[in-house]
């Protein structure tokens, strides 16, 4: 017998979760189109070489890889020389594809390019609440422009999207990786800038204590962790600059913390905070790095980027990028925690037409066409079954209106219409109804 569950790490979404993400999905786009953005897609999957070597030991790790199939496979299995894989794989994100998308078809866009992307990606990651194994990313970035205007605009539409999602308490947590890259010269580890931010970025997850092991069985000095205090102690952009005052890169960073913070601060803006331990993972940043976070939610909501060359990878140099994802699905899970989804956006019906019969459906079908043409969602009940039966759907369903349509109703031209919250009754013409619907 077929055992009758996802993998691990997926879900099945019903109608009301898939409503509740449309409205999610609706409202960043909403704020996406303000800004100018325009929608693209890419493949589900992507060349290996595409992806492999752009995220990191631990983010390859976790890239799934795509069996070789028929003769390839069996040659494989015959040969211990071959892969058994294909040279295909599921996306890990969706920066990267975007990336070799933009090289690809250079010659279609005009730059600066500004796209968002809002698609499923695939981890093979330890399932836990809020990390799914299949879950979407909703991207927005800006690439072929170095001003620091972009990263401002990326905090507005940061700051709209949560604002409208009722969110407007989360924290935008903001670093640069030159000021990482500064601090790893000033402690003398200059060649240990990854193994450093990839530690960094466990942070949250495995405390100070494990961070500084990770550190040390990378092969960083006992003096060279003791100085990473200065990123521990959250201190400010104030102390991180004096203790930067001799790497050039990392007072440039430092340089352009300070314009964001202070733009941020003239527009209203007074979500962004500097946190020295924001390291984003990802080998590709080279600039600002941004990463939400609410207080009510275990994991961050949003994050993102600078990226300088990301581009070359794929041979097209110099073209400098910069964006955030939001994680749908995190965000999903803590509008849910916190109810704050609209009762409207699981109603996808305003009105249940009840069907007593052939003669009555027929004119049931009639009318509700001319209130959908008003831009009513109606239904017709398909059977002539019980009221009871046909009311229990209405509930079930949220429909808020029903009307019955009987001889009375057809002979007179007004319908019997049922407010389902209320209990009252109310005897109204198409016009009427579709007048009160609105």
Known sequence: MVKLNTPKGTRDFLPEQTARRSYIFDTVKSVFHHYGFSPIETPAMELKETLMGKYGEEGDRLIFKILARGDKLKKAQENSNESLFSEEALRYD????????????????????????????????????????????????????????????????????????????????????????????????????????????????????????????????????????????????????????????????VEELFFLLNYAKELGIDQCEFDPTLARGLNYYTGAI????????????????????????????????????????????????????????????????????????????????????????????????KMKKQMKYANDKNIPFVALVGDREIESGLLTVKDMNSGEQLQLTIEDLAKKLK
């Open 94 to 253: 969706l920066t990267v594809p975007f990336a070799r998308f933009v090289v690809q078809h250079q010659n279609e866009l005009s730059f600066p390019f500004k796209r968002y992307q809002i698609q499923p990606v695939w981890r093979a990651d330890r399932p836990q609440k809020g990390r799914y194994r299949e879950f979407y990313q909703c991207d927005v970035d800006m690439i072929g422009s170095n001003s620091l205007l972009n990263e401002v605009e990326l905090i507005q539409v940061v700051s709209e999207v949560f604002e409208k999602l009722q969110l407007p308490e989360v924290n935008i947590k903001i670093n640069n990786r030159k000021i990482l890259e500064g601090i790893a010269e000033v402690i003398g580890e200059p060649d240990k800038l990854i193994d450093i931010t990839v530690a960094l970025d466990k942070l949250d997850k495995i405390g100070r204590e494990k961070v500084e092991k990770e550190l040390s069985d990378k092969g960083l000095s006992n003096d060279s962790i003791a100085q990473l205090g200065v990123l521990f102690n959250n201190a400010g952009l104030d102390s991180v600059a004096d203790f930067l005052k001799s790497s050039e890169t990392g007072q440039k960073g």
């Open 290 to 385: 941004f990463e939400v976070v609410h207080p009510d939610f275990p994991s961050s909501i949003c994050g993102g980027g600078r990226y300088d060359d990301l581009t070359g990878i794929f041979g097209l140099k110099d073209v400098s990028g910069v964006g955030v994802s939001f994680g749908a699905d995190r965000i999903y899970d803590l509008l849910l925690d916190k109810d704050l989804f609209p009762e409207q956006v699981v109603q996808s019906t305003n009105l249940l037409l009840v069907n007593f019969g052939e003669t009555e459906a027929k004119q049931c079908v009639l009318w509700a066409r001319q209130l959908r043409e008003n831009g009513i969602n109606v239904e017709v009940y398909p059977d002539s079954a």
